[in-house]
T-cell receptor, first 116, second 116 residues
């Protein structure tokens, strides 16, 4: 079945530094990828939609200058958390749709970010 | 208004028994899809089952079945013969429209705990 690879699976960084998270669709092309954020004991909240060849679409309240998204190719999207702060500590998970309208979103395994 | 509502924050079920996880949704789009995902403590999102708004029959996938009541806008997940490995968070989600590139909106989730 379709696979989405996300890397790294966990990262610890110091406040003020930047962290890049990669999301790859391994056996299918994805013109769109979704980035979700999940705080402990909460649901997944959509942060932004990554579009190959155009700018990402951000959800209300998500700072586009802080969460930089680049959809470099049909199989790769990256999320960069710039100048990270402890409140950015969360579980970030990417996903990509494949094909038909009744196909599920395929999710990466997520990245647990801890900012110290 | 919430688009996806899961009213059970936590549920207990005895091993080998069946359990129903509730999900109600709200949309004015006649075309939509409903999904259930399982999220174990490791964090990955595992797709379980899909129901389309135009599907005449309730979806089934192994031990999972979806009790789809369109008029009531509910899409409850039924897990039969619960196993200890079913202990996890369960999320109901909806995709509006018939475009595979549309995002999924998630409910708040239900934590299922299977007792031995």
């Amino acid at each position: 079945g379709a696979v989405v690879s996300q890397h790294p699976s966990w990262v610890i960084c110091k406040s003020g530094t930047s962290v890049k998270i990669e999301c790859r669709s391994l056996d299918f092309q994805a013109t769109t990828m979704f980035w979700y954020r999940q705080f402990p004991k909460q649901s997944l909240m959509l942060m932004a939609t990554s579009n190959e060849g155009s700018k990402a679409t951000y959800e209300q309240g998500v700072e586009k200058d802080k969460f930089l998204i680049n959809h470099a190719s049909l199989t790769l999207s990256t999320l960069t958390v710039t100048s990270a702060h402890p409140e950015d500590s969360s579980f970030y998970i990417c996903s990509a749709p494949q094909g038909l309208y009744n196909s599920p979103l395929h999710f990466g395994n997520g990245t647990r970010l801890t900012v110290t | 208004a919430q688009k996806i509502t899961q009213t059970q924050p936590g549920m207990f079920v005895q091993e080998k028994e069946a359990v129903t996880l509730d999900c109600t949704y709200d949309t004015s789009d006649p075309s939509y899809g409903l999904f259930w995902y399982k999220q174990p403590s490791s964090g990955e999102m595992i797709f379980l089952i899909y129901q389309g708004s135009y599907d005449q029959q309730n979806a089934t996938e192994g031990r999972y079945s979806l009790n789809f009541q369109k008029a009531r806008k509910s899409a409850n997940l039924v897990i039969s013969a619960s196993q200890l490995g079913d202990s996890a968070m369960y999320f109901c989600a909806m995709r509006e429209g018939n475009n595979a590139g549309n995002m999924l909106t998630f409910g708040g989730g239900t934590r299922l705990m299977v007792k031995p």
